[in-house]
């Protein structure tokens, strides 16, 4: 009978053993999932807040913004539930100025500014952080789109925008390499960069062939070549010229100089 109780408590002690570890390995689980996707929402907000860091060097419509003020709400709501008592004051003050920036962005009139007199940065440094945040702008848009959260017509509008100054940077920057390239001398290269702008142009003017900027910069790109290739004549070394055999006939029998 006592080897019996003994046995019994034995297996109790081995289920409650195991009970407990099966208890601990969830909870790890869990933290382990909250570590995990706490990361991810964080990165979504410095992701976030990058961009709209650097929105003020393009002109961005109140509809872009709105999709990041949005898109930061939505990280900051997931972040302060999976953040630790000592990090949910933080996000739930970001959280509140958020709300108040949204309130404010949707009770005033919508602004789409022009994009017509979008001038690219001078600082190579610049035109990459452009670069890349259109990249990330349109990547983001595309993401917020497919969750359902941007109208289609708000998703087509904005997009377009962005793949019309993704263009002018692009064509933008070929020219201006084209110009230095030609400063040094470089005539191969320059002309090189302004032909692949000139193609780049025409391809996109055989679908919008009523935009002012693809015309405008047709004929800045025609003249920059023109001027290039003037340029490059001039620098050519002259061809040397042919000597008469009859002149140096005339050199040999002259009479010799007394000095």
């Keep these: 009978m006592t080897f019996t109780?003994?046995?019994?408590?034995?297996?109790a002690l081995l289920l409650l053993v195991i009970g407990i570890n099966v208890i601990q390995q969830q909870k790890e689980r869990a933290e382990a999932e909250r570590r995990v996707e706490f990361a991810r929402q964080r990165a979504i907000l410095d992701e976030t807040e990058t961009v709209l860091s650097n929105t003020g060097m393009i002109p961005c419509s109140t509809h872009i913004i709105l999709v990041l003020y949005r898109r930061v709400q939505d990280a900051?709501?997931?972040?302060t539930t999976l953040s630790t008592s000592q990090q949910q004051a933080d996000f739930q003050r970001r959280l509140a100025d958020i709300k108040n920036q949204i309130d404010s962005l949707q009770s005033s009139p919508p602004q789409v500014p022009a994009i017509e007199n979008f001038r690219l940065p001078d600082n190579d440094k610049q035109i990459l952080v452009l670069v890349q945040t259109l990249k990330k702008l349109k990547a983001i848009l595309r993401a917020e789109h497919n969750k359902g959260r941007v109208d289609p017509a708000v998703f087509g509008q904005e997009e377009n925008r962005i793949d019309?100054?993704?263009?002018?940077?692009?064509?933008?920057?070929?020219?201006?390499?084209?110009?230095?390239?030609?400063?040094?001398?470089?005539?191969?290269?320059?002309?090189q960069m302004v032909t692949k702008a000139l193609a780049t142009l025409h391809?996109?003017?055989?679908q919008t062939p009523n935009d002012p900027f693809?015309?405008?910069?047709?004929?800045?790109a025609k003249m920059l070549l023109d001027e290039i290739m003037g340029a490059q004549k001039l620098s050519a070394p002259s061809a040397p010229k042919p000597k008469n055999e009859e002149d140096d006939i005339d050199m040999l029998f002259q009479p010799k100089k007394k000095w």
């Design 5 to 11: 109780l003994v046995l019994i408590l034995i297996g």
């Design 76 to 79: 900051l709501e997931l972040a």
């Design 164 to 191: 019309s100054l993704q263009l002018r940077i692009n064509v933008d920057s070929m020219l201006s390499r084209a110009r230095a390239a030609s400063f040094m001398k470089q005539y191969g290269s320059s002309k």
């Design 203 to 206: 391809a996109i003017k055989a």
């Design 214 to 220: 693809i015309a405008r910069k047709v004929d800045e």
